[in-house]
């Protein structure tokens, strides 16, 4: 708000959004009124926002923005890991990994007062950074995708050795088993991503109880 860009008058709106509907944290999902934002600019915002969509099971329309409210309760147990641009970040995917509920307002973007601070290699930086919140909060997806990475490439290797061996008798004794221990690795980390789900799920049952029990 200090450079004119989030109108302050959507405050109280805000406040009255959490009280209302008990959420944890509202944010305000801009709408750029002409000239406030550059095309680079909305289209990185949008891909950033699609990506942490992505990264956490979200349907968010503005992770990003820098006016937000939130429950001081609901933040006190989280770890500080990131800073500058990517604290919006970092503190969605905190309350939407502990169970907390997230809502969303519209409000006005206008033109920002001064340079713009914020260019590619910053949001290079806040996607990389979602990536490490990923790591912290979301450990299932990462290993998912490293699973996957071995297990597909295992699967298409036995069964390139089992089609020379089927049809044309060939023996491929060592490209067998590359692909029987990339295989075997690769089901040991899906494995281990059906744990982390199953621990993330106790995780939010614990939360749930915990916050519970702190009302009560």
């Known amino acids: 708000m200090g450079d004119y860009s989030y109108p302050a008058r959507y405050v ?3 406040v009255r959004e959490i009280m209302r509907t008990g959420a944890d944290e509202v944010i305000g999902v801009r709408r750029p009124l002409p000239g406030s934002q550059g095309f680079i600019y909305r289209i990185g915002n949008k891909i950033l926002t699609w990506a942490f969509n992505l990264l956490f099971g979200t ?5 990003l923005s820098g006016m937000y409210i939130i429950r001081a309760d609901s933040l006190r147990d989280a770890v500080a890991e990131v800073g500058g641009f ?6 969605t995917a905190h309350m939407v990994s502990t169970g907390r509920v997230v809502r969303e307002i519209p409000i006005e973007y206008r033109r920002k007062i001064g340079r ?6 910053g949001g290079l930086r806040i996607f990389g950074d979602m990536v490490r919140l990923t790591i912290r909060y979301n450990p299932m997806l990462i290993l998912f995708l490293l699973g996957a990475l071995l297990l597909i490439p295992g699967l298409a290797l036995g069964a390139y050795v089992g089609y020379w061996y089927i049809f044309y ?9 590359i692909a029987i221990i990339m295989t075997l690795i690769g089901l040991q ?3 281990m991503a059906a744990m982390a789900i199953y621990m993330k799920r106790m995780e939010y049952r ?7 029990l702190r009302r009560d």
């Open 189 to 191: 980390f899906l494995g």
């Open 116 to 121: 713009k601070k914020l260019g590619v290699r």
């Open 206 to 212: 614990l939360r749930k109880a915990i916050e519970s």
């Open 169 to 177: 008798g060939i023996k491929y004794y060592l490209k067998g088993l």
């Open 59 to 63: 349907k968010l329309h503005d992770v």
């Open 86 to 91: 990517s604290i919006e970040a970092h503190i």
């Open 12 to 14: 109280p709106e805000m």
